[in-house]
C-alpha cells in the first residue's frame, strides 16, 4: 500500500529545480509520466512541505488532490500520440474514457489471454485527470490486468509503490557515448556485417511469434497469456542457438574479452495486446518488429563470430504494455549492482511504413538521453542513409526504464512523427499486411548493430578477419559529370574564404590574403577596381555574402570591420568597426549575411547570437535588433533565407538556430551535428536548410514548422566539409571539403553523383544562380591554394 486516506498528492510539471539541495518534495517522489507533450512529475508529499512549496509557487498547472481512499496502487494513463486520421476512426475522449471508467468500477475480470473471468467489483479514485491523461488509484488486482480495457490509443504505467530517486544520467556515464561519437567514422567492415542481415529469417521468426506460421500455436502474447510463455521458451532457444548466455529474463549475453564492466544493451519487448475482448494479441509490429530485429542481430553476431571489448546484452522484456513491469524490474536491478551500462537502445515497432512515405527513423523527442540519440542518429547517416531520421511524439517504451535509473539510453521507432499504424493495439497486428515493411526492420536493425559495434566492438577490428568481400560499397548511381572550365586569370596570395556566383554573372571571391575580387565567369579575368578601393586588408577577410540581384557584396574582416562594396559603381559604401564595441553589449562580427531586402544585414561572432545591423549608406552598422540563441558559443556562419524571414545561425559545438525575423525570436534549435557546422545554405523557396560540419556529414533540414525536423544526412567526405550550397532548383547539393574534393549530391536520392578532386582544402563553393542548358549546371570553387576554380556540368558552357 502507498498511503492511508487523507494523504495529498502532487502532481506537477517536471523541472530539475524541484529537486535543488535535496528538497523535501525529492523524499516524496514516484516518478515522471506524460500528459501530452508535458512531462509530469508524481509526488505524495506532507502538508508543511508542500506549504514550503506553495509559498515558493509551484506552476500554474500543477494539481494538489486529497486522497479519499487508502492508495493500493497508483496507475498513470495517458493517450499516445497517433495521427488524427486514426482518433477520427474511435469515439469522441469523453464517452470512450467513460465507456472504460465503466469497465473499471463494473465486476472486475481477470484476463488469461484475454478470456475473462468475473471477480467481486472494486472501487477506484480518480486524482488528476486533462482530456489526455489521468491518475487512477485502483485496487493491486485491477491494475494489473487495466491494460485490457483500456481505451486502443491508451496505455497504462503502474506507479511505483513507494518513492524513488531522482537520477538523471551523471555526466561521467556518459564518456564513453561521446568518445564513440567524436571517433565515428565510416567502417566498410563494419557495413558488410550489417547489410548481411537476413530478411528471410526474419519473416520465419516474426511468423513463428505472431501465430501466423500454423506451428507455434501462439493466438497472444500477452503478458498473463500462455503465448507469452511459449515466446520467452522459444527466445531464450534461439539467442541460446547464436552462442550467447539466455536467461529467462527472457534476456542473452556476450562477454566482453577483456576485464570491463561496461555494457552495452540492445532490447525489445515481446508482450502484446489486441483488440478490447479478443483473444487474440499477434502483436506483430507491437513489437514482434523490434524482437525479430534483435533476434536478427543476435543471429549475425553468431554467423560473424563477433568478439566484444564490452559486455552485450540483448534483451526481450514482457510487461510492457502493463506499464514497463519487465524493464523497470530489470532496470532497478541493474542500478542495486550499480551496473555500468553504457548505451542502451529500446526497439519498439519497426515495421509499419505509410503508403508514400520514405522508410524513416524515429527518434524520442522527449525521454530519452541526448547523446545516445545523437549517436544513433549519425550511426544511420552513415549505415543506412535511406532512412529519413527524425523525432517521435511516441512515448515512451522500455528505455525510459532505464533513463529513469539514469542509463544513458534512447528508443528506435518507424516513423518521425505520431503513430500512423492502423493496427496499433489491435489484433489484426500481423506481418502480412499491407504497410508491413521488412526492409524498414532491416535498415533500423542495421542502424543498432553498427551502434553496437562502434560501441562495443574490439577496436583493433581483429574479428573482421574472415570478412572477405565488400562488394555491396560498388553500387552504382545515375552520374553526373563535372569538368574544369578555367582558373581565375589572377590567383589569390593566400586561401580563398568566400566565393560567390552573381546574379550579373561574375563571380565574387574574399581572401585570406586579405583581399576583394570581381571575375568575370565566361573567362576569369578579374574586372579591375576602381583607383579608390582599399587596399587588402591587413587580417584577412573571412565572411562575404551578395545581395540576390548580384550589385552589393559585404564582407568581413577576421578582427571584425565590415563593409559594403557597391559592385555596380565600385565603391565601398559603407563601413563598420564592430570590434569598437561601441554599443551595450556589442561583439567583433565574424560571419555577416547581408538581408534580401537591402535594408539591414545579420552578423554573429563569440556570444553565439545574432546582431542586426542597418545596410543602408548613411547609417550603416547602427545596430537595429538582437537574436538571441541563449548558448554563449562562438557563431560560425549565418544566412538570411532567400525570402528575409528566417536567419540560420550555425556554432562551434554543432548548434543550428533558425530566428523569426519579423518576431525576432528564436523558433527552432537544430542538434543535427557532432562538430563544428562550418557553412549553411538555403533552398530557392526557403523551406529546406542544408548544413555542412567538420564531422564530415551534410544534413537537410525541414524548418517549414518549428516541429520539422532532418529530412537527409549525407556522407561520403573524408573529412571536415568547410562549404555548402543548392542549386536553384533544389535538386543538387554542392560541398567543398578539408579531404581537397567537391561532391555534387542528388538531394532526392541522398547519394553523391559526382566528385572532382581539387588542389587542396576547398573553403568555398558556389552553383550558378541562373539555369544552365543541359540541366546539370556549373558552380565555382575556391580554398587553400588561392585560385578561384569554374567547373561546368557535361555539355553546359559557362
Known amino acids: 500500500m502507498i498511503s492511508l486516506a487523507g494523504a495529498l498528492l502532487l502532481v506537477t510539471p517536471f523541472t530539475p529545480s524541484l529537486f535543488d539541495g535535496h528538497s523535501c518534495l525529492s523524499k516524496s517522489y514516484y516518478g515522471n509520466y506524460n500528459d501530452g507533450q508535458t512531462t509530469n ?104 490486468t487495466i491494460d485490457t480495457i483500456l481505451p486502443r490509443f491508451w496505455k497504462s504505467s503502474l506507479v511505483s509503490t513507494s518513492p524513488v530517486d531522482f537520477m538523471p544520467v551523471p555526466k561521467e556515464a556518459l564518456k564513453h557515448v561521446k568518445e564513440v561519437l567524436s571517433n565515428l567514422r565510416f567502417n566498410p567492415e563494419i557495413a558488410g556485417i550489417v547489410d548481411s542481415i537476413s530478411v528471410p529469417q526474419m519473416i520465419n521468426d516474426i511468423r513463428f511469434l505472431t501465430g501466423e506460421d500454423g506451428v507455434s500455436g501462439i493466438m497472444s502474447r500477452h503478458s498473463f497469456a500462455e503465448g507469452s510463455r511459449t515466446a520467452a521458451s522459444w527466445l531464450k532457444d534461439r539467442f541460446e542457438d547464436t552462442g550467447a548466455t539466455p536467461r529467462l529474463y527472457p534476456s542473452s549475453s556476450y562477454p566482453s574479452t577483456v576485464n570491463t564492466t561496461a555494457t552495452v544493451l540492445l532490447s525489445a519487448h515481446y508482450d502484446s495486446r489486441g483488440s478490447y475482448g479478443s483473444t487474440r494479441a499477434p502483436g506483430g509490429d507491437d513489437d514482434g518488429s523490434g524482437t525479430m530485429a534483435i533476434l536478427a542481430i543476435a543471429r549475425t553476431i553468431a554467423r560473424k563470430g563477433i568478439k566484444f571489448h564490452s559486455n552485450v546484452q540483448l534483451a526481450a522484456f514482457a510487461g510492457e504494455e502493463q506499464g514497463l513491469l519487465g524493464s523497470r524490474a530489470y532496470a532497478s536491478k541493474m542500478r542495486e549492482v550499480d551496473a555500468n551500462i553504457t548505451v542502451m537502445i529500446q526497439a519498439d515497432m519497426l515495421a509499419y511504413r505509410v503508403d508514400g512515405e520514405p522508410p524513416q527513423l524515429g527518434l524520442p523527442e522527449t525521454i530519452g538521453t541526448t547523446e545516445v540519440t545523437q549517436l544513433v542518429a549519425n550511426v544511420s547517416a552513415i549505415y543506412s542513409p535511406e532512412l529519413r531520421v527524425g523525432f517521435t511524439t511516441a512515448c515512451c517504451s522500455d528505455h525510459q526504464s532505464f533513463h529513469q535509473q539514469g542509463f544513458p539510453a534512447t528508443q528506435v521507432f518507424e516513423r518521425a512523427g505520431p503513430i500512423a499504424d492502423p493496427m496499433y493495439h489491435n489484433s489484426g497486428d500481423l506481418s502480412d499486411r499491407e504497410g508491413y515493411d521488412f526492409d524498414q526492420v532491416k535498415s533500423i536493425a542495421k542502424v543498432q548493430l553498427a551502434t553496437l559495434l562502434h560501441s562495443a566492438a574490439c577496436r583493433d577490428l581483429e574479428w573482421y578477419a574472415s570478412i572477405q568481400a565488400v562488394s555491396w560499397l560498388l553500387i552504382s548511381t545515375q552520374s553526373l559529370a563535372f569538368l574544369h572550365a578555367h582558373d581565375c586569370s589572377e590567383p589569390h596570395t593566400d586561401a580563398v574564404w568566400g566565393a560567390a556566383w552573381t546574379a550579373s554573372d561574375n563571380v565574387i571571391s574574399v581572401s585570406a590574403d586579405g583581399s576583394i575580387k570581381q571575375w568575370a565567369s565566361s573567362s576569369g579575368q578579374r574586372h579591375p577596381p576602381n583607383a579608390a578601393f582599399p587596399a587588402p586588408h591587413t587580417l584577412g577577410l573571412v565572411s562575404l555574402s551578395v545581395s540576390p540581384d548580384g550589385t552589393r557584396a559585404l564582407y568581413n574582416s577576421i578582427e571584425g570591420l565590415t563593409s559594403l562594396w557597391d559592385l555596380t559603381s565600385g565603391e565601398v559604401v559603407g563601413k563598420y568597426e564592430s570590434y569598437a564595441r561601441g554599443a551595450e553589449g556589442a561583439e567583433p562580427s565574424w560571419a555577416v549575411s547581408l538581408n534580401p531586402n537591402g535594408e539591414t544585414y545579420a552578423a554573429t561572432g563569440g556570444s553565439g547570437n545574432v546582431a542586426i545591423y542597418s545596410a543602408q549608406p548613411e547609417t550603416f552598422g547602427q545596430r537595429v535588433a538582437s537574436l538571441a540563441s541563449g548558448r554563449s558559443k562562438f557563431g560560425m556562419y549565418c544566412e538570411h533565407s532567400p525570402d528575409g524571414k528566417r536567419i540560420a545561425l550555425s556554432t562551434e559545438t554543432g548548434q543550428i538556430y533558425v530566428f523569426d525575423v519579423e518576431a525576432q525570436a528564436l523558433t527552432t534549435t537544430y542538434t543535427s551535428h557532432a562538430l563544428s557546422v562550418r557553412s549553411l545554405a538555403w533552398s530557392a523557396d526557403s523551406s529546406l536548410l542544408l548544413s555542412a560540419s567538420e564531422d564530415k556529414r551534410l544534413v537537410l533540414h525541414d524548418v517549414r514548422t518549428s516541429a520539422g525536423g532532418t529530412v537527409a544526412s549525407f556522407t561520403g567526405h573524408a573529412s571536415w566539409v568547410l562549404s555548402v550550397d543548392i542549386s536553384q532548383d533544389g535538386r543538387l547539393g554542392l560541398s567543398g571539403s578539408a579531404d581537397k574534393s567537391i561532391k555534387v549530391w542528388d538531394i532526392g536520392a541522398r547519394a553523391a553523383v559526382s566528385t572532382v578532386q581539387d588542389t587542396g582544402e576547398v573553403w568555398a563553393v558556389s552553383w550558378r544562380p541562373r539555369p544552365s542548358a543541359g540541366g546539370a549546371g556549373a558552380f565555382v570553387s575556391g580554398g587553400e591554394d588561392g585560385t578561384v576554380r569554374w567547373w561546368r556540368g557535361a555539355g553546359v558552357a559557362v
Open 41 to 144: 512529475s508524481i509526488f505524495l508529499p506532507d502538508v508543511a512541505c508542500l506549504d514550503s512549496w506553495s509559498s515558493q509557487t509551484l506552476a500554474a498547472s500543477a494539481s494538489i488532490a486529497e486522497c479519499k481512499l487508502p492508495i493500493e496502487q497508483l496507475v498513470w494513463v495517458e493517450q499516445e500520440a497517433v495521427e488524427p486520421s486514426l482518433i477520427a476512426t474511435t469515439r469522441s475522449f469523453r464517452p470512450e474514457f467513460d465507456s472504460f471508467l465503466d469497465r473499471l468500477s463494473a465486476p472486475k475480470r481477470v484476463v488469461r489471454g484475454q478470456e475473462v473471468l468475473a471477480v467481486p467489483e472494486q472501487e477506484y479514485e480518480i486524482l488528476y485527470r486533462t482530456p489526455t491523461a489521468a491518475l487512477l488509484s485502483v485496487s493491486e488486482s485491477a491494475a494489473r
